[in-house]
């Protein structure tokens, strides 16, 4: 059974970065795309990025396009999200979900397991 937790969330400035990790147990993550969501108060759950499972496709949200940049490390079973030139409106809990296969989407419907979610706050 594959199991999902986030790390690397936390408080930062408009303007500046976080890195966050994914890290994958009970199952190996070469057979799962991966997809990177975000619930803000009051908001619905976005897609924000998703990378196919060798990790040679990859999707983006238009609002972190540019900013965000999306890789896998299937040998340490890991999904990072590079969260660059953050803004205000990119405070949210931060999810990863996998997808059994190789398609990748950024419909949180495609998506059967879910990690416990980090928050990142971005204010001055």
């Known amino acids: 059974q594959l199991q999902l937790v986030e790390s690397g969330g936390g408080l930062v400035q408009p303007g500046g970065s976080l890195r966050l990790s994914c890290a994958a147990s009970g199952s190996t993550l070469d057979y799962y795309a991966i997809g990177w969501f975000r619930q803000a108060p009051g908001k619905e759950r976005e897609g924000v990025s998703c990378?196919?499972?060798?990790?040679?496709?990859?999707k983006y949200a238009d609002s972190v396009k540019g900013r965000f940049t999306i890789s896998r490390d299937n040998a340490k079973n890991t999904v990072y999200l590079q969260m660059n030139s953050l803004k205000p409106e990119d405070t949210a809990v931060y999810y990863c979900a996998s997808r059994y296969g190789s398609t990748v989407s950024l419909s949180s419907l495609q998506y059967d397991t879910w990690g416990q979610g980090t928050q990142v706050t971005v204010s001055s």
């Open positions: 990378i196919s499972r060798a990790g040679g496709v990859t």
